[in-house]
């Protein structure tokens, strides 16, 4: 199938790198600035652990991908099974990466700088956001509904993990030692 306009598509994902990047930020004081509210600390960090960190992923990315589509996804004949496959593996690929790029500097060099964990979450929207554009350029994609309902099935989890974390060593608060929302 021939699309009306690939270039449109093609610069949003890459603008929504920064776009995400921002809003991703921004979701790192949310919890704070609402008085610790249990509702958002399900969808935002509580805590300074590397897992509520991922946090800063999902609702800034899941938001681009469908705010996009539902804007324009008529006008660019956008095919909605592979565009919410590359917004899944967009979403899939950013999480992986910032556990594996702060465990490999941090165990590595055996430093935490804040402007480092700054750049892999730029690096993890770039990497993701990247993957996504090729998938959705070159690959046919799964069913749209299978693609959504992974997608909720990772924010199930997000939200599930921030009440009822496990005690491992990816949900442990680097600072208090503590687990979760409070």
Not at 72 to 85: E, H, L, P, Q, V
Not at 121 to 138: D, E, H, M, R, T
Request: hydrophobic share 50%.
């Amino acid at each position: 199938m021939r699309y009306k306009n690939l270039e449109a598509p093609r610069k949003s994902i890459v603008i929504g790198i920064f776009i995400i990047f921002l809003v991703g930020s921004l979701m790192h004081f949310l919890y704070e600035i609402t008085g610790n509210n249990p509702f958002v600390g399900s969808i935002a960090p509580v805590n300074e652990s590397v897992w509520e960190h991922l946090k800063m992923l999902p609702l800034p990315m899941i938001g681009w991908w469908f705010i996009y589509y539902i804007l324009r996804g008529d006008k660019y004949s956008i095919d909605k099974n592979k565009w919410f496959t590359s917004a899944l593996i967009a979403l899939v690929t950013s999480i992986i990466t910032i556990p594996l790029l702060y465990y490999f500097y941090t165990e590595a060099f055996g430093v935490e700088i804040v402007i480092v964990d700054i750049l892999i979450l730029f690096i993890a929207v770039l990497i993701g956001q990247l993957l996504g554009l090729y998938s959705y350029k070159n690959k046919n994609g799964i069913n749209s509904t299978v693609a959504f309902c992974i997608i909720l099935l990772i924010v199930i989890v997000f939200v599930i993990f921030t009440f009822y974390p496990p005690q491992l060593p990816l949900f442990k608060d680097t600072s208090t030692g503590l687990y979760g929302i409070q």
